[in-house]
Every structure is written in structure tokens, then in C-alpha cells.
């Protein structure tokens, strides 16, 4: 348990973009901030192999180093970090109460950065290959497949949109889905037929992805008939959905029916004053890297003049002048 003299400025629970990103602003802005990044920090840029989207790594970068540097850099200011995962939150009253284990922390503020997970199909050959032409992002991965055989699956907007995207790089994109009707839009599944270099193919599901340093092609079964069916492929996009990693928060925080926290517009507060939410776990449409960076950047600020309003801090003057030297 800890000492109520211990109560920190700011905890961050968290450690991927938006984690990082909003403890390098609270660190630089001396809140001293302590981010509990948990066993898996990083979030999903460590299943990433290269990341060619994000600004200022014009030669690309893998993922895990990328949130290497993001981490040695909030720590170059001063933030404190605990690899560890939070078992339960209380927010009920002031300093809120962040729980590692057995070990209670204290804050007068809480910065909720845990990011989202996508949903995967459960395969031994799915989690093997991944970031060997197993993805879960075609904006993040797309282009890895110029003139490439790909595999989408799914039945819902998300994988249509996937699908769609990545006719700009792949010479055939077949959509697998495990029945004949889609939850997708009719928009959607009409501009799908439409398109010369999509192909749907149901009712199929998948057993192996097959390959050994990489994708080479899908084992396939027709859930009607049960006769098999084997695609060649260089890459299968998984698009079914992604799982908020919100389940500590959603007794205690508004949030919607798919568990997204729910912030106020244009801003990272949460229904409880003091307690911010930023990146995937409050963002279902971008799940950008920058962007969760981006969003990790409004959650300081917006924790810093929280507490500028709170007996006892210097004010906002200090994280102002920061963030403008510091904004690219």
C-alpha cells in the first residue's frame, strides 16, 4: 500500500504511442509521471516488422525499435516506468487509486493508454507468420504487397475497406468469409463486385495459413460441403474486428457498446474529471501510430491544466512554451 504523502502528479497506464508520446510531454513539463507500460508495452507495433508511414523514419523502421526510441526518449525527461500490468483502478474518489499486483499507487491524475488488440482467428500458422505476410492492418502493411496475391478476412465493413484498399497494391485480393451473407453495407459489398481485381469467395473458412519464412498460400474448407479448397497467396489480412483493452475501465468510465472509452469532443477527458483516455482504447476509426501519438500529446496537455487547477501546481505556462517548442 502506499503512504498518501506518495500521491504522483500524473500516472500513465500504458506504453505504446499514445503512452510514450504523453509521458515524453508530461516528463519535459516535470510532472514526473510513472507509466505503468505493462508486460506487453509497445502495444502492436512489436508484431510490426517495418513501419514506413510514420513521419521523420524516411528509411523505415521495425516496430519494436521504433517504440524503443519512443520509450528512451520519455525517459531522457525523467519518466519513471513499472513493466508490469495494472489489475484494478479506482476512481471513485481523489488521489485515484492504480493497483500493480499487491502495490497501490497514488495520482491526481491517470493518463488510460492501452491501446486496442486485434482479433485474431486463434491459427498456430496465423500467430507464426505474423509480420511474415500475416497482418492486421492494410494501411500499416499495404504497400509490402505491390503486385502480390492477398487474402482478406471477413464479412463487415472494415474487411470490405481493407479489401478495397488493397487493390491499389495486390494484382488479385480475394475477401474470404465464412458465410453467404456479409454484415457489411450494401454500399460495400456492391462496390466489391464491382471491382475487377476483388474477388469474394464464400462460405469458406480458414484452417492453416501455409508457409514456412513466409506466406505462401490458405487452407480453405466450405462450411456447407466441407470441400476443401487451397489458395496461393503472399499475404492474409486478418479484418475482424478489433477488442478495446478497456475491461479495468468500463465500471467506472462511460464508454460504448463495443467498449471504446468515451472522451469529451476534442478533448481526452473521460466522464471522470482527472482521469484521460488517449490512442486505440478511445480511437475505433484511425488506429494510427500518429495518430495515438498524436492523441498521447492532447492527453498531457489536457492532464497538465487539470492539474493546473488543482492547490499546489505551478500552472500551464511551463507545458505551453514546452509543447510549442516541441510541436512538429
Known amino acids: 500500500?502506499?503512504?498518501?504523502?506518495?500521491?504522483?502528479?500524473?500516472?500513465?497506464?500504458?506504453?505504446?504511442?499514445?503512452?510514450?508520446?504523453?509521458?515524453?510531454?508530461?516528463?519535459?513539463?516535470?510532472?514526473?509521471?510513472?507509466?505503468?507500460?505493462?508486460?506487453?508495452?509497445?502495444?502492436?507495433?512489436?508484431?510490426?516488422?517495418?513501419v514506413e508511414n510514420y513521419p521523420g523514419y524516411a528509411d523505415g523502421i521495425a516496430g519494436p525499435q521504433m517504440m524503443a526510441d519512443f520509450r528512451k526518449q520519455a525517459e531522457r525527461f525523467g519518466a519513471e516506468f513499472v513493466t508490469d500490468d495494472v489489475t484494478k483502478v479506482d476512481f471513485a474518489e481523489q488521489p485515484f487509486k492504480v493497483t500493480?499486483?499487491?502495490?497501490?499507487?497514488?495520482?491526481?491524475?491517470?493518463?488510460?493508454?492501452?491501446?486496442?488488440?486485434?482479433?485474431?482467428?486463434?491459427?498456430?500458422?496465423?500467430?507464426?507468420?505474423?509480420?511474415?505476410?500475416?497482418?492486421?492492418?492494410?494501411?500499416?502493411?499495404?504497400?509490402?504487397?505491390?503486385?502480390?496475391?492477398?487474402?482478406?478476412?471477413?464479412?463487415?465493413?472494415?474487411?470490405?475497406?481493407?479489401?478495397?484498399?488493397?487493390?491499389?497494391?495486390?494484382?488479385?485480393?480475394?475477401?474470404?468469409?465464412?458465410?453467404?451473407?456479409?454484415?457489411?453495407?450494401?454500399?460495400?459489398?456492391?462496390?466489391?463486385?464491382?471491382?475487377?481485381?476483388?474477388?469474394?469467395?464464400?462460405?469458406?473458412?480458414?484452417?492453416?495459413?501455409?508457409?514456412?519464412?513466409?506466406?505462401?498460400?490458405?487452407?480453405?474448407t466450405n462450411t456447407e460441403t466441407g470441400e476443401p479448397l487451397e489458395l496461393e497467396a503472399d499475404g492474409f489480412f486478418v479484418a475482424i474486428g478489433h477488442s478495446p483493452n478497456s475491461h479495468l475501465f468500463v465500471d467506472q468510465l462511460d464508454h460504448d457498446e463495443n467498449g471504446y472509452l468515451v472522451t469529451q469532443p476534442g478533448s481526452s477527458a473521460t466522464n471522470v474529471p482527472g482521469v484521460f483516455a488517449v490512442g486505440d482504447v478511445q480511437d475505433h476509426i484511425y488506429r494510427q501510430a500518429v495518430t495515438a501519438a498524436g492523441s498521447g500529446c492532447m492527453g498531457a496537455l489536457d492532464a497538465e491544466r487539470y492539474l493546473a487547477e488543482l492547490e499546489g501546481h505551478a500552472g500551464t505556462a511551463a507545458i505551453a512554451g514546452l509543447a510549442e517548442s516541441a510541436s512538429v
Open 1 to 50: 500500500m502506499s503512504d498518501q504523502n506518495d500521491v504522483r502528479e500524473l500516472i500513465i497506464i500504458g506504453g505504446g504511442p499514445a503512452g510514450y508520446t504523453a509521458a515524453l510531454y508530461a516528463a519535459r513539463a516535470e510532472l514526473k509521471p510513472l507509466v505503468i507500460e505493462g508486460f506487453q508495452w509497445g502495444g502492436q507495433l512489436m508484431i510490426t516488422s517495418d
Open 100 to 220: 500493480v499486483d499487491r502495490q497501490e499507487h497514488l495520482a491526481r491524475s491517470v493518463i488510460i493508454a492501452t491501446g486496442a488488440s486485434a482479433r485474431w482467428l486463434g491459427l498456430e500458422s496465423e500467430q507464426r507468420l505474423q509480420g511474415r505476410g500475416v497482418s492486421a492492418c492494410a494501411t500499416c502493411d499495404g504497400a509490402f504487397f505491390k503486385d502480390k496475391r492477398i487474402v482478406v478476412i471477413g464479412g463487415g465493413d472494415t474487411a470490405f475497406e481493407e479489401a478495397l484498399f488493397l487493390t491499389r497494391f495486390g494484382t488479385r485480393v480475394t475477401l474470404v468469409h465464412r458465410r453467404n451473407d456479409f454484415r457489411a453495407s450494401n454500399i460495400m459489398v456492391k462496390r466489391a463486385h464491382e471491382h475487377e481485381k476483388l474477388e469474394l469467395l464464400t462460405p469458406y473458412a480458414v484452417d492453416e495459413i501455409l508457409g514456412d519464412v513466409c506466406v505462401t498460400g490458405v487452407k480453405l
